[in-house]
């Protein structure tokens, strides 16, 4: 059975961990079937202990990357990660309203080990241009009370910020519950019209760099590949459990998943 083989543009940091950002984003993409194509936003030098720099690329220089592969391969989807600052967010703004395909915001603000990866000036430019222009929206908690003012500390909290930032003018917002404690780990899919919940158990584990990334790219591909929205993220949240439970436990510090599970399976 072939499947439409969907193209998503990344436009996000690299990890030279390979963990998180572009490297799991390529992962991510190409383990579910799909194509990527990316334009990086920055180099961080990063491994599983945490990020020791941060070098961000001119943003003009990331709006060629995107142009570049949209005036030829083309996207289905538009994927976004580490962004940095203002400037770079209106860069990106500005790439998505031209392409006019669906976009999956990942608003990544601080790293697992504490680095920044957003200005905290620039948070409300992130609201302002990129949120109304996200078909799907995923902020982690600390993410979501900073998007919103609100306190985000509850599965509760988590779906009244939804509520927030659909009104903000997101079509959809996958709200994830890592950050929320408790032994289940409840992430909440909203649209204006439906709400549905995904839930599993907390595997106890200090290897998930790169979940939310992985995530939303997972996300995206199954737009990219023509799945609905529900299926996407169903699909997308089966992976990241999974890909969390087979990590293989390198480094010291915040381990990188198993993107390349789907394709040892019988392993
Ligand atoms: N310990 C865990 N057990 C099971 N699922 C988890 C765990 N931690 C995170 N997840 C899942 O991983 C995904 C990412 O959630 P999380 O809230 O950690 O995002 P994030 O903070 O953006 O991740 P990152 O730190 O990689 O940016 C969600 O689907 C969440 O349910
Ligand atoms: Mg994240």
């Known amino acids: 059975m072939s499947e439409h083989l969907g193209r998503v543009l990344i436009l996000a940091g690299s990890d030279s961990g390979g963990g998180a950002g572009v490297q799991a984003d390529i992962k991510t993409v190409t383990a579910l079937g799909g194509h990527a194509s990316t334009a990086i936003t920055a180099i961080t030098v990063q491994n599983t202990l945490g990020v020791t720099a ?5 943003p003009e220089l990331v709006t060629a990357q995107a142009r570049a592969v949209l005036d030829d391969i083309g996207a289905d989807v538009i994927k976004t990660g580490m962004l940095g600052d203002t400037a770079m967010i209106e860069a990106v703004a500005s790439v998505i309203a031209g392409a006019g395909v669906p976009t999956v915001i990942d608003p990544v603000m601080i790293a697992k080990g504490g680095a920044v990866l957003l200005e905290p ?34 599965t509760d909290d988590l779906r009244r910020a939804g509520e927030h930032l659909l009104a903000h003018g ?14 289940r780990v409840i992430d909440i899919l909203m649209t204006p019209v439906s709400e549905t919940r995904f839930e599993s158990g ?4 200090r290897h998930t760099h790169g979940t939310g990334c992985t995530l939303a ?3 995206a591909v199954g737009l990219a590949q023509g799945h609905s929205l529900q299926r996407s993220v169903e699909r997308a949240h089966a992976y990241v459990q999974e890909a969390i439970r087979r990590a293989p436990g390198f480094g010291a510090g915040h381990g990188p998943l198993d993107h390349a599970w789907p394709m040892r399976r019988s392993s």
Request: glycine share 6%.
């Open 54 to 58: 941060v070098h961000s690329l001119p």
């Open 121 to 154: 000036y620039a948070v409300q430019a992130l609201a302002d241009a990129l949120i109304p222009l996200a078909a799907l929206l995923t902020p982690n908690a600390p993410e979501a009370a900073a998007l919103t003012g609100l306190v985000v500390e509850s």
């Open 170 to 183: 997101a079509s959809a917002v996958l709200m994830k519950g890592g950050h929320v404690e408790g032994e």
């Open 202 to 205: 907390r595997i106890h584990t």
């Open 217 to 219: 790219s997972a996300c």
